[in-house]
C-alpha cells in the first residue's frame, strides 16, 4: 500500500521517524537455501540484518550467512542513484553540522525523495534508508560483521573468495560474502582513508586503528598479494575485558587475580607472553585496572589497543611516515625514551619486537614499573628472544623482570578457550652458573581446570619484608582481595567502570568498600 506524498518537512518534526523494530515489520525475510540446515541465528541489528549458522550437508561444514533486506530491481536503482546524488551533494550547513549525522542524513534522504518527485510504501524506504545509513555511515557490506560482537576476526584472501571469520562460539567459519576485484580495491582505500593513512600500489602495505578500535592490517593490490587486495581486521570490545570477566571465563583464578593486584600495588614489573591470540592484551589491560588510582600511567603501542578507566594517563601511539610529505616517522623506541622523561610511576607496551626492549629493561633497572607482551610459547623461549636479535637484551638486566605470565588458547572438550598456563617469578642470576632462576607460583591443571599456588612466592616475600607484615597478615591481605573478587564475579559487576571505581575506592578507603561487599554496587549511589 502506497502512503500519501509527504509534505514539506519543519525543522521540527520529519515526516517519517528512523524504523523501530519494536512496532513494525521485520525487513529481513529469507529462506533456509536447500541442502542445509539451521544451527544457530540472532539478530545483529534487530528487524534488519539477521545472521545464520547453517551446516551445508554436502561438506559437513557451517557457514556464517548474513541477511539484509532483499532489495526488488526498482529499489536497487533507486538506491543507486541516490547514493551518487547524495555523495555528490552532502555538503553540511553550519546548522546540520552541529547534528547528530544520522538525523541530517535522513533528512536528506526524505528531500531526495520528494525530488525525484516518488511515492514509496513504509517497507519500500525503510530498506532505502536502511542501506543509505549502512553505506554513508556503517562499513557498508562489512557492516553486520563490524556489528557483530561475536566475531573476533574478519578475515579477506583476495577477490572472489569467500570472507573467512573466526566466531567466539562457531570459530573459523566461512561466509556468504565475496567482494570482486573492483569492490574489493575500493573497500580496501575506504578502510584506510577511514584510518587516517594512504594506501596506493606505491604503499602497498598498511597496519592501521580503524575508528572503533579494530585493528586493520591490509594489502593493496596484486604488488604483495597475488591474489588481490586483502585485509584482517582484528576485532576488540569498545570496553575491555575486567579482572572479573576473566575470572568468570577461567583464564585466571581469583587467588591468581589477587597475586597480580598485590604485586602490581608493590610495583612490580610484569610481561605477559603467549602465542597469536592467546589473550595477552586482553590480560595486560584487565589487570591495569589495579593500578593505584593517582599514579601516573604512559602506554606506548602501535596501534591503540589499551583502554584505562584512569585519569593520570598518556596514551602514546607510534606514526609512520606519511608519502609525500617531510614528516618523520615516530617509533616505539621514540615514545619510549621520551616517556622516560615524563617521570610515569607505569610504563604499558604494547609489545616488545625490537630495540625499545633494551629501553624497556633499562627502565625496570632504573626503578619503573612495567608491563608488556612478547610473542613466545615458554619462559626459556622468551628469554632467548630477549637475549637475541633484534632485542638484545643483557641477561643481567633481565633479572629486573618480576613476574612472567604465560598464556594460552586451548581446548576444553571441543571449545577453545584462553588459560593462564603458568605465572613464574624470575628471581635472579645463577652466579656459578650464569643461569636464570625462576620460581613457578601458579600452574594450571587441565584434568580438573584449575590453578594450582605452588605454596612459594619471591614476590609475596618481599611484599612482606617491605610491608613488615607477618605471614599472617599478607594471608589476610590476600584473602581479602579474593573475596572483593568473588564478590563483583557473584554480583556480576563486569563493567570497567564500575570495576575501576571500586579499586580505587579500595586503594583510597578500603573499610568503605568491605563494609558494601554484600552489595557492592551501592558504592555507586
Known amino acids: 500500500m502506497n502512503l500519501p506524498f509527504p509534505g514539506k518537512k519543519t525543522e521540527q518534526h520529519r515526516v517519517f521517524e528512523e524504523y523501530n523494530p519494536e512496532t513494525e515489520p521485520s525487513l529481513v525475510d529469507a529462506e533456509i537455501p536447500d541442502d542445509f540446515d539451521l544451527i544457530d541465528e540472532y539478530w545483529v541489528e534487530q528487524g534488519r540484518s539477521l545472521v545464520r549458522i547453517l551446516r551445508d550437508r554436502r561438506t559437513g561444514q557451517n557457514e556464517y550467512h548474513l541477511i539484509e533486506p532483499a532489495l526488488s530491481a526498482f529499489e536497487y536503482e533507486l538506491l543507486e542513484r541516490m547514493y551518487e546524488d547524495l555523495r555528490d551533494t552532502l555538503i553540511l550547513s553550519d546548522d546540520e553540522m552541529k547534528q547528530q549525522r544520522r538525523s541530517v542524513l535522513l533528512d536528506r534522504m526524505d528531500a531526495q525523495i520528494r525530488e525525484y518527485g516518488i511515492v514509496l510504501d513504509t517497507m519500500a524506504r525503510r530498506k532505502v534508508e536502511y542501506y543509505i545509513l549502512r553505506n554513508f555511515l556503517g562499513w557498508s557490506r562489512l557492516h553486520g560483521l563490524m556489528k557483530d560482537t561475536n566475531i573476533e576476526d574478519i578475515s579477506c584472501d583476495g577477490s572472489d573468495i569467500p570472507i573467512f571469520l573466526y566466531h567466539r562460539y562457531h570459530k573459523n567459519i566461512r561466509t556468504n560474502i565475496r567482494f570482486s576485484e573492483e569492490e574489493l580495491n575500493s573497500l ?14 606505491g604503499t602497498p602495505v598498511v597496519d592501521a586503528t580503524l575508528p572503533d578500535g579494530s585493528r586493520l592490517q591490509l594489502t593493496f593490490g596484486k604488488e604483495v598479494s597475488t591474489r588481490g587486495t586483502s585485509f584482517t581486521i582484528r576485532k576488540f570490545r569498545a570496553e575491555p575485558f575486567t579482572p572479573v570477566e576473566l575470572l568468570d571465563l577461567g583464564t585466571f583464578s581469583s587467588e591468581e587475580l589477587a597475586y ?35 599514579a601516573k600511567v604512559v602506554s606506548i603501542e602501535d596501534t591503540r589497543e589499551i583502554t584505562l578507566f584512569h585519569e593520570n594517563w598518556v596514551a602514546s601511539v607510534t606514526r609512520d611516515t606519511v608519502a609525500g610529505e617531510t614528516s618523520t616517522s615516530i617509533s616505539m623506541f621514540d615514545l619510549l625514551k621520551a616517556a622516560m622523561r615524563q617521570r610515569p610511576e607505569f610504563i604499558l607496551v604494547g609489545e616488545v619486537r625490537g630495540e625499545e626492549a633494551q629501553t624497556l629493561f633499562q627502565a625496570m633497572n632504573t626503578g619503573h614499573t612495567t608491563f608488556s607482551t612478547m610473542h613466545a610459547g615458554s619462559v626459556d623461549a622468551a628469554i632467548h628472544r630477549l637475549e637475541n636479535e633484534p632485542l638484545n637484551v643483557p641477561r643481567n638486566m633481565v633479572q629486573a623482570l618480576d613476574i612472567v605470565s604465560i598464556q594460552a ?26 643461569n636464570l632462576q625462576v620460581n613457578t607460583v601458579f600452574s594450571y591443571d587441565p584434568v580438573s581446570d584449575e590453578m594450582r599456588y605452588s605454596g612459594r612466592s619471591l614476590v609475596y616475600g618481599r611484599i612482606m619484608e617491605l610491608r613488615g607484615w607477618t605471614a599472617a597478615q599478607l594471608a589476610d591481605e590476600i584473602q581479602e582481595r579474593i573475596r572483593i573478587l568473588e564478590a563483583m564475579k557473584a554480583q556480576g559487576i563486569t563493567d570497567y567502570r564500575d570495576v575501576s571505581r571500586i579499586f580505587h575506592a579500595y586503594a583510597i578507603n578500603r573499610d568503605s568498600v568491605m563494609d558494601a561487599l554484600e552489595s557492592l554496587s551501592g558504592l555507586f549511589l
Open 188 to 201: 580496501g582505500i575506504s578502510l584506510a582513508q577511514r584510518s587516517g593513512k594512504h594506501v596506493s600500489i
Open 260 to 294: 597480580f593486584w598485590m604485586a602490581i600495588e608493590n610495583n612490580k614489573s610484569l610481561l605477559f607472553i603467549g602465542g597469536t591470540a592467546s589473550g595477552k592484551t586482553t590480560s595486560l589491560n584487565a589487570v591495569s585496572l589495579f593500578i593505584p588510582p593517582l
Open 409 to 434: 588458547l586451548t581446548y576444553r572438550g571441543t571449545e577453545r578457550v584462553r588459560r593462564c598456563q603458568e605465572i613464574v617469578e624470575i628471581v635472579g642470576v645463577d652466579p656459578g652458573t650464569g
